[in-house]
């Protein structure tokens, strides 16, 4: 009888630079490592491409136990028009930590120590533009399908960002995803929009400046409302999603969520997105802790409010799932 196979397709177009290893999907928990603590010496690209498929051999029911996918919930059966391919599509670009911000559920906390960076400079652990040429010279990526996901730290704080986005654009790059806190203005993301290459992620997570500080640490708020007004001018659809991360006793009610809205609506942002911070989507058991009951009101509140303005509102299946079984039931 033939083993059962099984595959990721996360595993066969996503590769991600992370601040502290290169490795294949973006979840940063388990699956294959190609580089451990890189930190920019010369890649061994045989030993790197053979990685992947050594991880690929072990997606079979014999074999699974020993493999670093094992668990993961994006694993599916095979099929037959499941082929391993030697090119990414997605390319996580995530290797530096350095903000000009402090927001209090920012993930990059225990790596950035909190720190707030006001000057750009080179990320701490390793330069992205010589890797990325290596990358396109091994022919690593799909120059017509790539997806670029710039996350970070911040980009205004990152000296080779717009070497980067230069470097993608001389090889081919289908879109470039953004994750910016937007407080500082960038003239090639302005490009990129012109060019329709790039879908802009913000975090505003409040509509006044008060509750901003309070989440961010740094008193920004007009400064970011005023980059999202000058992307946005003249483009019906602004390629840019902004984000509300719903965070207890800070913007959990329903004044803030108005707010947010009806400086939405005046700026003319077509597409948000509603979440909740890591503390409830990754580090509790909720079935042993209690969660607050509101989310759910906040959460319905949210998507009635972007309906009724005419605004597209996404929000992550993870996040949809909780909400759904805690808050909702
Ligand atoms: S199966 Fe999961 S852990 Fe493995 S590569 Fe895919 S997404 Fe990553
Ligand atoms: S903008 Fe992003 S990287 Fe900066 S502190 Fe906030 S969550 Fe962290």
């Not at 979840?27 to 010369?42: C, L, S, W």
């Not at 994006?74 to 391993?84: A, G, P, R, Y």
């Not at 890797?131 to 996901?149: D, F, P, S, T, W």
């Not at 500082?184 to 509750?211: A, H, R, W």
Request: proline residues 3%; positive net charge.
């Amino acid at each position: 009888m033939t083993k059962k196979q099984y595959f990721c397709n996360e595993l066969n177009n996503v590769l991600s630079c992370f601040h502290d290893r290169i490795m294949s999907c973006c979840t940063g928990q388990i699956g294959p490592v190609y580089e451990e603590a890189y930190r920019g010496k010369r890649i061994d690209w045989k030993k790197f491409k053979q990685t992947k498929l050594d991880a690929f051999a072990l997606l079979n029911e014999e074999d699974i136990e020993k493999s670093p996918c094992k668990g993961c919930f994006f694993l599916k059966e095979k099929t037959e028009n499941d082929v391993i391919s030697q090119q990414y599509t997605m390319l996580n670009v995530s290797h530096w930590t350095q903000c000009n911000c402090g927001c209090i559920y920012c993930a990059r906390m225990f790596d950035s120590h909190g720190e707030i960076t006001y000057k750009s400079g080179k990320s701490q652990y390793y330069d992205f533009v010589p890797l990325l040429k290596e990358l396109y010279k091994q022919n690593l990526l799909n120059r017509k399908e790539l997806v670029a996901v710039i996350q970070g730290g911040d980009i205004s704080v990152l000296k080779e960002f717009e070497k980067m986005i230069k470097e993608f654009l001389k090889n081919g790059v289908k879109q470039i995803h953004i994750l910016t806190n937007n407080i500082v203005y960038q003239p090639i993301i302005k490009k990129l929009m012109d060019l329709n290459k790039v879908l802009l992620f913000t975090s505003l997570d409040c509509g006044t400046p008060e509750t901003y500080k309070k989440l961010k640490r740094v008193d920004k708020f007009n400064d970011s409302v005023k980059n999202l007004r000058e992307y946005s001018k003249g483009r019906e659809n602004p390629p840019i999603i902004v984000k509300y991360i719903l965070v207890e006793h800070f913007n959990d009610n329903k004044e803030e969520i108005i707010k947010f809205f009806d400086l939405m609506s005046d700026i003319g942002i077509k597409m948000v997105e509603f979440t909740i911070d890591n503390k409830w989507a990754l580090f509790t058991n909720l079935d042993e802790k209690p969660f607050p009951p509101h989310y759910g009101e906040m959460y319905t509140l949210f998507k009635e409010e972007a309906k009724k303005r005419g605004i597209k509102c996404s929000v992550y299946s993870k996040v949809e799932d909780i909400i759904q079984k805690y808050a909702l039931k």
